[in-house]
């Protein structure tokens, strides 16, 4: 089991950058692919960035593409995503979860979740 805690959230202007971290604990870190959801009131959660168990391989939203990069410390228990570029249409509140088993882009992939970080992109 691991248990999630991100942190790096807040206010920022349109075109300004944020870095999320999530901090894992438990035992086993590198055994789960990771990855970050964002999800607004009234909106699915939805896939922002998602992270292979070594951090070899990477996928992302398509809203994000281009301007978020996903990683990972795995010596640190520790996960990542820079936001540069930053929208108002960006401002949400941002989950990071683990999946014990293969991991992809859908969240009913990810057993474990954090209770999220927010994001408010001034315009």
């Known amino acids: 089991q691991v248990q999630l805690v991100e942190s790096g959230g807040g206010l920022v202007s349109a075109g300004g950058s944020l870095r999320l971290s999530c901090a894992a604990s438990?035992?086993?870190?590198?055994?789960?692919?990771m990855g970050w959801f964002r999800q607004t009131p009234g909106k699915e959660r939805e896939l922002v960035a998602t992270i292979t168990r070594s951090g070899g391989i990477s996928s992302y939203g398509d809203s994000v593409k281009g301007r978020f990069t996903i990683s990972r410390d795995n010596a640190k228990n520790t996960l990542y995503l820079q936001m540069n570029s930053l929208k108002p249409e960006d401002t949400a509140r941002y989950y990071c979860?683990?999946?014990?088993?293969?991991?992809?882009?859908?969240?009913?992939?990810?057993?474990?979740w954090g209770q999220g970080t927010q994001v408010t992109v001034s315009s």
């Open positions: 979860a683990a999946a014990s088993g293969q991991g992809g882009r859908n969240k009913y992939d990810y057993n474990y």
């Open positions: 438990g035992r086993f870190f590198s055994s789960y692919v």
